[in-house]
């Protein structure tokens, strides 16, 4: 069983920044596949970012890509989302997801784990 637990979240103006975490719970963190997806109301929950259990390989969505960085550190058994160049389409809940397969996809059924979601909203 994993648990994660998202935090970071809140109000912003457009082009603000934010930093997501995402902390998880178990001893072989190093070995899962994280990622970001968001979910804005009456939208599906689409993929934002990925990172594989090293670190090595990322994957964004192409509406963040050069403004969103996804990292981790798996001494602390965290994933972390820096947003900059915030805009108001980019508000959602974000959630942590964890493929225990370490399946580094955009697709949410690769992910077995999910965060209960921070909100960010963008302001114009």
């Known amino acids: 069983q994993v648990q994660l637990v998202e935090s970071g979240g809140g109000l912003v103006q457009a082009g603000g920044s934010l930093r997501l975490s995402c902390a998880a719970s178990?001893?072989?963190?190093?070995?899962?596949?994280m990622g970001w997806f968001r979910q804005a109301p009456e939208k599906e929950r689409v993929f934002v970012a990925g990172?594989?259990?090293?670190?090595?390989?990322?994957y964004y969505a192409d509406s963040v890509k050069g403004r969103f960085t996804i990292s981790r550190d798996n001494a602390k058994n965290t994933v972390y989302l820096q947003m900059n160049s915030l805009k108001p389409e980019d508000t959602a809940v974000y959630y942590c997801?964890?493929?225990?397969?370490?399946?580094?996809?955009?697709?949410?059924?690769?992910?077995?784990?999910w965060g209960q979601g921070t909100q960010v909203t963008v302001s114009s």
């Open positions: 178990g001893r072989t963190f190093g070995s899962y596949a």
């Open positions: 990172i594989n259990g090293n670190g090595g390989t990322t």
């Open positions: 997801a964890a493929s225990t397969y370490n399946l580094l996809s955009y697709i949410r059924e690769a992910y077995n784990y």
